[in-house]
């Protein structure tokens, strides 16, 4: 059984930055891909980021580029997440995944076999 824990949300002012880990146990971390998705109220869960197990290829969506960045620490079983020049519109729950399967990961939430909890981002102005 592969758990994830996310951490490092919390309040933040608009311009602001953070940086989200999400730390796995269980299995062979260093063959899964990891992603991270968030959903804000109201909206559906969206995808994020996320980072592959060979070679560490990582993916962005548009809204984030340039302003976050994925990164993976193998010998910590941690994926990290820096956010930096947060508005409201990123105020969310953000959700780490791993994807076992094939170590590839991607946009979409059904190639994911585990899920973390959350930790709440929340921007103020």
């Known amino acids: 059984q592969v758990q994830l824990v996310e951490s490092g949300g919390g309040l933040v002012q608009a311009g602001g930055s953070l940086r989200l880990s999400c730390t796995t146990s269980g299995g062979t971390f260093r063959g899964y891909a990891i992603g991270w998705f968030r959903q804000a109220p109201g909206k559906e869960r969206e995808f994020v980021a996320s980072i592959t197990s060979s070679f560490g290829t990582t993916y962005y969506a548009d809204s984030v580029k340039g302003r976050f960045t994925i990164s993976r620490d193998d010998a910590k079983n941690t994926v990290y997440l820096h956010v930096s020049s947060l508005n409201l519109e990123d105020t969310a729950v953000y959700y780490c995944?791993?994807?076992?399967?094939?170590?590839?990961?991607?946009?979409?939430?059904?190639?994911?076999?585990?899920w973390g909890q959350g930790t709440q981002v929340t921007v103020s102005s």
């Open positions: 995944a791993a994807d076992i399967t094939y170590g590839l990961g991607g946009y979409y939430s059904r190639s994911y076999d585990y």
